[in-house]
């Protein structure tokens, strides 16, 4: 047997007004975040939209306020439990403002080109890109529609670009400042994704304490930020009788795939014969399994960061440009020697 649906007129802001008693400019008031109204006719308004089941329209709303309310995250490497957690915190303290988010997911940074201008397209209030890079180009189209755009944990030559990212450079030079301390002497650093600044910035910083207390870097391996490439490099650099006894992963991921092949497939013991530090504090470095030393990212902080700057940029247009960069701090477990000075 068919069961004819029902026509159901869409409930309006109208009809809402007419039930609370008060004007149209009331209801869409009562849903707007911030916006004046008494505390009495908000609840009016409210327990008439709930038992006449009414939503408002938000995309009719954004055409009448020039506001989509929506911010646009483009993001690649979603295996990296850094960005699932950053995109949590950005999801959750964007909704507290009052606004959704469009979530434009990439493989590299050639599809960055193509996904911006569908962002623009949904004329989203503004835009942060993670992991990945920017051309001219595309710098250039985001201020031709006034869209502001924000970097996330990296930054951009182009001196229009407004970024918060991680002080990479000094967290490799903290990196390498524990090796000494601990009184290593063979180093060797694997490296994430080609062409990313975050491991290129890890490495130099990492490299260039090395070179300021006379000491080399001994071996690398380039990886790509994924646990495969870390068993990998370790396999590269451990399968050899001058292997090093300090190995820097320019990541936690990698650096697990490091301890998992060291003491599984070899034995060795850590960190007596072998210390790892990993970048990013992720959870899993914590697990007992791993207890990975790591230089601690502040998500939460950089996060508030990018919002408070995007935020700024939306409601005053025209600001000079901002770099924030966010230190973070080395966390000592037990894949290295933690020797007391």
């Known amino acids: 047997m068919k069961i004819k649906k029902q026509n159901r007129k869409r409930t309006s802001s109208a009809d809402v007004a007419i039930k609370a008693g008060v004007s149209q400019p009331t209801v869409s008031r009562a849903f707007t975040a911030g916006a004046s109204i008494s505390k009495d006719k908000k609840e009016k308004v409210l327990a008439a939209a709930n038992k006449l089941d009414y939503h408002p329209n938000i995309i009719a709303r954004s ?123 063979r180093f060797a650093f694997i490296s994430g994704e080609k062409g ?8 130099q910083g990492f490299v260039g304490k090395l070179n300021e207390e006379n000491l080399d870097l001994a071996m690398r391996y380039d990886g790509d930020f994924t646990y495969e490439s870390g068993y990998a490099a370790a396999k590269y650099l451990l399968d050899r009788k001058n292997r090093p006894d300090a190995i820097f992963c320019a990541n936690d991921l990698m650096g697990m795939a490091v301890l998992d092949y060291a003491k599984r497939q070899l034995n060795i013991n850590i960190p007596k014969d072998l210390a790892v530090i990993g970048f990013d504090d992720t959870p899993m470095a914590s697990w007992p399994e791993y207890q990975l030393s790591t230089i601690h990212q502040p998500i939460s902080r950089m996060v508030e960061a990018t919002i408070l700057r995007l935020m700024n940029a939306i409601h005053s247009p025209g600001d000079e440009t901002i770099i924030k960069k966010i230190r973070g701090s080395i966390v000592k477990r037990t894949s290295t020697r933690n020797r007391k000075k």
Do not use: W
Request: net charge negative; proline share 2%.
């Open 63 to 185: 055409l009448n306020q020039q506001s989509t309310k929506i911010i646009g995250i483009v993001m690649t490497r979603f295996f990296q439990t850094f960005y699932s957690i950053a995109l949590g915190e950005f999801t959750k303290k964007l909704q507290e403002k009052g606004y959704s988010t469009l979530l434009l997911n990439i493989t590299d940074d050639e599809e960055v080109e193509q996904v911006v201008p569908t962002a623009l397209q949904y004329q989203v209030d503004g835009i942060v890109i993670t992991s990945a890079t920017l051309s001219s180009k595309l710098v250039d189209s985001c201020l031709k529609f006034r869209t502001p755009l924000v970097l996330f944990n990296r930054y951009s030559t182009n001196e229009n670009v407004d970024a918060v990212y991680c002080d990479s450079v000094n967290g490799g030079r903290m990196v390498a400042q524990a090796f000494i301390e601990d009184g290593h002497k």
């Open 196 to 203: 990313s600044s975050t491991s290129r910035d890890r490495e």
